[in-house]
């Protein structure tokens, strides 16, 4: 059961087939059979979500359900506020910090009668392609516990890959979502910047950040984004428009037929640097979508070569200033040192501790950027290329209804393979930082395994501001014609889980 998509899931609450009850109880007797060795959640409140799972069946009883997910489990990434629930961002600075309010996704979530199992792994305040930087210790890859989950929300979706949730929710500053998914074998979406509300939502970089679905299936994405979207008054940068028609799209998607949609393939986002196995799985799923009726035109975005380094000059810029909060005095963790110390004292000395070394490293690079005399010279060149990378988009949407690329890359590696240099580290996120830098909405799904190690790679979409329905209608179809020639999801062909864990730990 707990292998079925949610929205078989949903189907199965709704025909009387099983109970919200039981089938949460099977998801966190899976976390604690499972979680030990790949350890995606940080926080599991087993007691709460069987409460609001035995709510649920009182709903769907007296025939009132609450939405079309009613009942069906989620995990959330522990970078949103939960009410009486701990949330750390994966920092020992906020070890123990109960909010008193909850995220609107959170609320939304609730709202929508989605139990919520616990609160998932992430790096140190998302910042991080591996989830290595989690002040808790490493998320691992259930495809090969020896491997990274991708980052910073490796555990949202080594939950979906290892099969612990029914849905889950990441956030996506430069990748943060769509890359997990792409080293998973699941599916992410990064909405539309303002398309979904970031109250509650801890910022890194407040112009980037964008909480979203990870999912096993681009339908079950569409269903938790029409739950989560939408305004909110209590969030200055939401959207004040209808939420796109994401669920309708879909399903109409899944239909497999594309005829008069152009997709542009991103001459920048591929070639060197990216592995063999992964280029070809890209071409696969570019040929089923020809076989689906899309034209297929090459475009050239050429800013986006800058992006990687305009975006490591304006996250960090943006970091430092939103971590300076984090000061001892109001919330989390207070190291006092011996003596009489001062205030400040109190505040450096508690940082120190507190904030791990990619935390620190990205504090000193932003400051410096934003510093008188350096500002100008640095933040302010790399927002004149953000600028330039949204006319690229703009210019390339002209020529295609969406534009595709390899989701990262190369496949997972190696836990501790890439941990002392950053710089191999922050290139993972070379496709899907442009996204962020221009506030338009992504999405990664599985394209097959590369041939090199029999890993997932991913294939990225993305799609016009406001246009969040083209990356399912296009998502759909390439599932669905994968699926017909995998005979089945991608995640049918994992390794077992339980099996790997008895063995010892890697897959392969």
């Not at 191999?424 to 930082?433: H, R, V």
């Amino acid at each position: 059961m707990i292998q079925r998509s949610a929205a078989d899931l949903a189907d199965a609450l709704a025909s009387g087939e099983t109970t919200s009850l039981a089938l949460t109880q099977a998801y966190l007797d899976r976390i604690a059979a499972t979680d030990e060795a790949v350890h995606s959640f940080l926080h599991v409140d087993g007691e709460g979500a069987l409460a609001q799972a035995t709510a649920s069946d009182e709903r769907r009883a007296a025939g009132r359900p609450a939405s079309a997910l009613d009942g069906v489990p989620v995990a959330v990434k522990d970078v949103l506020t939960t009410e009486g629930l701990p949330t750390t961002c994966g920092s020992r600075i906020l070890e123990g910090w109960i909010p008193p309010y909850d995220a609107t996704v959170v609320r939304r979530l609730k709202s929508a009668g989605l139990p919520i199992l616990g609160k998932t792994n992430m790096d140190e305040f998302a910042m991080g392609s591996s989830t290595e930087h989690s002040a808790y210790g490493p998320t691992r890859n259930p495809w090969d516990l020896d491997r990274i989950p991708g980052g910073s929300g490796g555990g949202s979706a080594a939950a979906m890959a290892g099969f612990q949730a029914g849905v889950a929710i990441g956030s996506d500053t430069g990748g943060s979502i769509r890359q997990p998914g792409a080293v998973t074998g699941t599916v992410g979406v990064k909405p539309t910047y303002g398309g979904i509300s970031r109250y509650g939502l801890i910022a890194m970089a407040n112009s980037l950040d964008q909480a979203g679905p990870v999912t096993r299936t681009v339908l079950d994405a569409a269903l938790l984004h029409e739950i989560l979207g939408g305004h909110d008054p209590l969030d200055s940068t939401s959207i004040a428009a209808p939420l796109p028609p994401v669920v309708a799209a879909a399903r109409a998607g899944a239909q497999a037929d594309l005829s008069g949609v152009r997709i542009g393939v991103i001459t920048e986002l591929g070639g060197e640097g990216y592995q063999a196995g992964v280029l070809a799985r890209f071409h696969d799923a570019l040929d089923l979508l020809v076989e689906a009726g899309a034209e297929i035109v090459e475009v050239s975005c050429p800013s986006f070569v800058h992006a990687l380094s305009a975006y490591y000059l304006v996250m960090p810029s943006e970091a430092s200033s939103n971590l300076a909060r984090f000061d001892a005095m109001r919330y989390g963790l207070r190291v006092t040192p011996e003596g009489d110390p001062s205030a400040e004292d109190v505040m450096r000395v508690t940082r120190d501790a507190g904030f791990g070394d990619e935390v620190k490293r990205r504090i000193i690079l932003g400051t410096y950027a934003l510093s008188s005399g350096y500002y100008d010279a640095y933040y302010g060149q790399a927002q004149k290329v953000r600028t330039l990378i949204s006319r690229d988009f703009a210019a390339a949407f002209e020529r295609a209804d969406v534009l595709v690329s390899p989701t990262a890359p190369t496949t997972a590696f190696r836990l501790g393979e890439k941990l002392d240099d950053p710089l191999a580290m922050y290139l993972n996120d070379i496709a899907t930082i442009p996204a962020n830098l221009a506030g338009v909405p992504g999405m990664s799904l599985p394209c097959g395994l590369a041939d090199e190690d029999d890993l997932p790679a991913g294939f990225q979409i993305l799609a016009p501001a406001m246009a969040d329905d083209r990356l399912y209608r296009v998502g759909a179809a390439l599932e669905a014609l994968q699926e017909a020639r995998w005979g089945g999801p991608l995640l049918d062909r994992a390794p077992d889980l339980l099996a790997s864990i008895q063995n010892g730990g890697a897959h392969r």
